[in-house]
């Protein structure tokens, strides 16, 4: 999962519970169901590690993801002393203490709500407005409030230079590269710090859709993959725009990058075929970037079928979950011969379709003894 998506996914945390505790983080992100979690909490199941969805090692990534930006929200951990009962989240003890640490905001002092009464706070309040309306010339009004309220503050330097920002958006984009990094680096840093992680996002969304409308759709380039609409469209969400932008490059398959931003954007929309068709083609044409975005996917279904697909004895290689898929009866879109490549793999997944129509089919089941033997086992296996 994206930074920017663990980030807001504790900041309803905080908005919620009035804290950030991995635990709720982990439902919240889909990463364990109520069930699973009310089994643990009964002491029915020991090691929650056990149950989640995903790698757990992904999961604690997100769970340093959502520590990271807690600390720099300002907000202090407290770890909870460690379960009587033997309970555990995870087995290793670094990630126990990351997933046992809730985080809350400091006690308020009486100087600081003194300091959220004043003149400044209502200029502030009016910069935020202003500045997310698009509206320099009232910005820069607030902006003049906030600096005699408080010559010293530590917040004018933002306000000036997203306010110089917004001049941006009356003129076409000339250097992506350049814009690119100056978003990043420079615009998007400070509008998180000034208007939070939701509003700082809404701020950025006109300036990554005025980005993607200056590069040059119809070439991409592996090397610099930021440098696509499709990377700037998938910022602010935009998935029919991420799914246009892919579907228009002739050569598509061949970039594993691009599969992955299909398959993100066809998933988001409800449109299972064309993402699950992207799955297909990730494993068959690129087996680590679908490693990769098979551990990161939030799909349940997906995520379910695939855990059962690593536990396999004997394993079965990525190229062939779609064929395994296809074995347990899990619907996959039709695909076009043209669009499959010619590997075993992709041979398996037609056959195997051809097999789940006439299990009887003698000559299909000598093809399968014969060259995916471990594939036909296991779908022996199941009784067929």
């Not at 959502?66 to 087995?91: C, H, N």
């Not at 598509?252 to 398959?263: E, F, M, T, V």
């Not at 037609?350 to 006439?358: H, N, S, V, W, Y």
């Amino acid at each position: 999962m994206r930074a920017d998506r663990i980030q807001a996914a504790v900041d309803r945390l905080l908005a919620r519970d009035q804290c950030y505790q991995p635990l709720a983080l982990l439902k919240l992100i889909g990463r364990v169901d109520a069930a699973d979690l009310a089994r643990w909490e009964s002491g029915e199941l020991k090691c929650l590690e056990d149950v989640l969805y995903g790698n757990p090692e992904v999961c604690v990534d997100e769970l340093r993801l959502a520590a990271g930006w807690a600390g720099k929200l300002g907000l202090q951990a407290q770890v909870e002393p460690a379960d009587a009962a033997g309970r555990r989240v995870f087995r290793s003890a670094t990630a126990e203490r990351l997933a046992r640490s809730t985080w809350r905001r400091a006690a308020p002092s009486a100087q600081g709500d003194l300091f959220f009464d004043t003149g400044f706070a209502q200029a502030r309040s009016a910069l935020n407005q202003a500045l997310l309306a698009a509206d320099r010339a009232r910005a820069e009004l607030a902006l003049a409030d906030m600096s005699r309220a408080d010559p010293g503050n530590d917040v004018q330097a933002d306000g000036e230079r997203l306010i110089e920002a917004l001049a941006w958006l009356e003129d076409a984009v000339n250097d992506p590269s350049r814009r690119l990094a100056l978003l990043d680096e420079d615009i998007s840093p400070r509008a998180r710090r000034l208007l939070g992680q939701a509003d700082g996002r809404r701020f950025m969304a006109p300036f990554w859709r005025q980005l993607a409308q200056g590069m040059d759709a119809g070439r991409f380039d592996p090397d610099q993959p930021d440098l696509h609409p499709t990377a700037v469209l998938a910022r602010i969400e935009d998935w029919p725009g991420v799914l246009a932008a892919v579907l228009a490059l002739p050569d598509y398959l061949d970039q594993p990058i691009l599969l992955r931003r299909l398959a993100d954007a066809a998933l988001a929309t409800g449109d299972r075929e064309q993402g699950l068709a992207a799955v297909c083609q990730l494993c068959w044409r690129h087996g680590k970037a679908a490693e990769a975005w098979l551990d990161a996917c939030q799909d349940d279904e997906l995520v379910r079928r695939l855990e059962i697909f690593w536990d396999l004895d004997p394993p079965l290689p990525i190229d062939l979950f779609p064929a395994w898929l296809v074995s347990v009866a899990y619907a996959l879109p039709d695909i076009p011969e043209s669009a499959c490549p010619d590997t075993p793999a992709a041979e398996a997944w037609t056959r195997f379709r051809a097999l789940r129509a006439d299990p009887t089919d003698l000559e299909l089941r000598e093809w399968f003894q014969r060259e995916q033997p471990d594939l036909f086992g296991h779908w022996l296996a199941t009784g067929r």
